[in-house]
Nanobody, 124 residues
Framework: EVHLVESGGGSVEAGGSLRLSCAAS????????MGWFRQAPGKKREGVGS????????SYVDSVKGRFTISEDKVKNTVYLQMNSLKLEDTGMYYC?????????????????WGQGTQVTVSS
């Protein structure tokens, strides 16, 4: 079992930046993918991006490409989501999730372990 804890959320004006962290503990040796997801009120949870452990491949949803960056610190077992040029539509609860097999761009239902989420609010 893997335990995930997100942090770094908050309120920011449009155009601003935030960096989210996802600290993993437990059986982290089994991890293959770490994904970031978000859910706005009244909307379905959607993928933001994912990273193969070891940082070999990172992917992003089109709406955040060029603005968001996923990175990892293997020593700290932590994955980061750097969010720049934030827009109003980036508002939502952000979650990290872990997957122990291939297919990092899989939908939320394919991820097993989830953090509790951290709120990001972008205002004008």
């Amino acid at each position: 079992e893997v335990h995930l804890v997100e942090s770094g959320g908050g309120s920011v004006e449009a155009g601003g930046s935030l960096r989210l962290s996802c600290a993993a503990s437990g059986y982290t040796a089994s991890l293959y993918c770490m994904g970031w997801f978000r859910q706005a009120p009244g909307k379905k949870r959607e993928g933001v991006g994912s990273i193969y452990t070891g940082g070999l491949l990172v992917s992003y949803v089109d709406s955040v490409k060029g603005r968001f960056t996923i990175s990892e610190d293997k020593v700290k077992n932590t994955v980061y989501l750097q969010m720049n040029s934030l827009k109003l539509e980036d508002t939502g609860m952000y979650y990290c999730a872990a997957r122990s097999r291939d297919g990092c761009s899989a939908p939320p239902s394919a991820y097993v372990d989830w953090g509790q989420g951290t709120q990001v609010t972008v205002s004008s």
